[in-house]
């Protein structure tokens, strides 16, 4: 049995308030500084605002490696997903604050500051600042149509990222009359220290995932045409990730061939007392597509675990629906293991989208949990690409056919993993057939 659930199920409502709450009074509290020691000025409305602007922004963007750090007292009340999306909207947000920084200034009367060239080292580092922050802001937003591999863009970003936040660091402070008083000053600094004590942090994980290799490859097992399994076994249990059936970690595989990355799966397994995890992978992008090749007595490193798509964080006697598609369907046979192993007393409904019959993950296991009890399990198949000979159901996964198999849907507690499309199909069929958002679980993940 895994540790893990009490810490997760003794945060609320009000932890989730209150990581917020701190969160907005970094961002205002030294604008509010500066202004308590301003008690008056002859500059105009527009440029009053553009300091503030820069003010929020800079606390926003030097908040960013703090997120992006993977604390568990950020990520455990939200779930890694959402303070990710979280840290990219605000990344946007931010730079859009400093951009209108200048703009406002330069509306306010102060066009030479924007244009010209004749003002100080602190004024052109402000520039320089700004072109690097709409570099850093343009390559993550359109990372994909750049066609940038994962790791070649976060070096990009960390490095941008850095240098975004000295600059802009440096001029505020050279150029900015609201920080010359001592406890904005302070402020200043301390926020500024607590986002390069963050980056240390980020390196140090890069160095341990790069060097790190507690973990030992003891199975490769081949599920389908395209997708593998790895059992992976730390040197003693204690170090072995204590983990939610359903949550995911952080890979890194150390292979005599083929990249040496980081990248996030599920944990497939039911959790262990030998501290043993296993991670179902498909081919199917640059790390992934040489995953068979993985051989056992290969090294890895493990960070986790993550997030918050687990039956044991909603520990209710409701009948559950899992709605999966293709490999997504990871986070459900680790939930099932889970009740397998410990005989729990549950009502489950598995809707299994794959293309073609050939395609469907751990389908003799999933027959085998459904002829137990218990759980109490049924598993329903539903395939896009199907050969003459199926008889089982055949298409998308819709509202129809999720009423179709779960005989009403009142009462009950969905969760939903797959290709993005998909969730965003299916909880918005469940949304409109009237299902409480509350009753609604999935991640989406996407880096």
Request: aromatic share 8%.
């Amino acid at each position: 049995m895994s540790r893990e659930p009490g810490r997760y199920l003794r945060i609320g409502a009000s932890d989730r308030a209150t990581r917020v709450g701190l969160y907005a009074l970094v961002v205002v509290f030294p604008l509010v500084l500066a202004f308590a020691a301003q008690h008056e000025t002859d500059h105009p409305l527009t440029q009053e605002i553009a300091k503030g602007l820069a003010l929020c922004g800079y606390a926003i963007l030097a908040l960013q490696p703090i997120l992006a750090a993977r604390y568990r007292w950020i990520e455990r009340p939200f779930g890694l997903d959402i303070v990710y999306r979280f840290h990219r909207g605000m990344g946007v947000a931010a730079g859009l604050l400093l951009v209108l920084h200048p703009v406002l200034y330069a509306v306010g009367g102060e066009w030479e500051l924007l244009l010209g060239y004749s003002h100080g080292w602190e004024v052109a580092l402000g520039k320089v600042a700004l072109v690097v922050l709409v570099a850093l802001i343009a390559t993550s937003v359109f990372r994909r149509a750049l066609r940038l591999p994962f790791e070649t863009w976060r070096g990009i970003h960390d490095g941008l990222a850095l240098s975004v936040l000295a600059l802009g660091f440096v001029h505020s402070v050279a150029a900015g009359g609201d920080l010359q008083g001592e406890p904005a000053r302070l402020v200043w600094f301390g926020l500024f220290s607590a986002s390069l004590a963050s980056y240390a942090v980020h390196l140090r994980s890069v160095w341990r995932r790069s060097h790190g290799d507690d973990f030992e490859v003891v199975r490769v097992a081949q599920e389908t045409h395209d997708v593998w399994s790895l059992e992976l076994r730390p040197p003693v249990p204690e170090k072995g990730i204590d983990h939610l059936p359903g949550q995911f970690m952080f890979l890194t595989l150390h292979r005599a061939t083929g990249p040496t990355e980081e990248h996030p799966f599920t944990i497939a397994s039911a959790p262990s007392p030998d501290g043993k995890v296993v991670a179902t992978i498909k081919e199917s992008g640059d790390f992934t597509k040489s995953i068979g090749d993985t051989k056992v007595g290969d090294r890895a490193s493990l960070r986790g675990p993550f997030g918050r798509f687990s039956h044991r964080l909603h520990d209710d006697d409701r009948p559950l629906v899992f709605v999966a598609g293709g490999v997504g369907v990871t986070p459900m046979l680790s939930m099932l293991r889970h009740m397998r192993e410990t005989r729990a007393d549950r009502t489950v409904l598995l809707l299994y989208g794959s293309r073609r019959e050939a395609d469907i993950v751990a389908r003799a296991e999933l027959d085998d949990i459904a002829n137990e009890a218990p759980p109490s399990v049924r598993v329903a198949h539903v395939l896009s690409d199907a050969d003459d000979g199926w008889e089982g159901e055949r298409g998308h996964i819709d509202r129809a056919c999720i009423e179709r198999h779960a005989d009403g849907l009142d009462g009950k507690a969905f969760y939903v993993s797959g290709p993005p499309p998909m969730i965003s199909a299916v909880t918005r069929a469940l949304r409109d057939a009237g299902v409480p958002i509350e009753d609604i679980h999935f991640e989406r993940f996407s880096l």
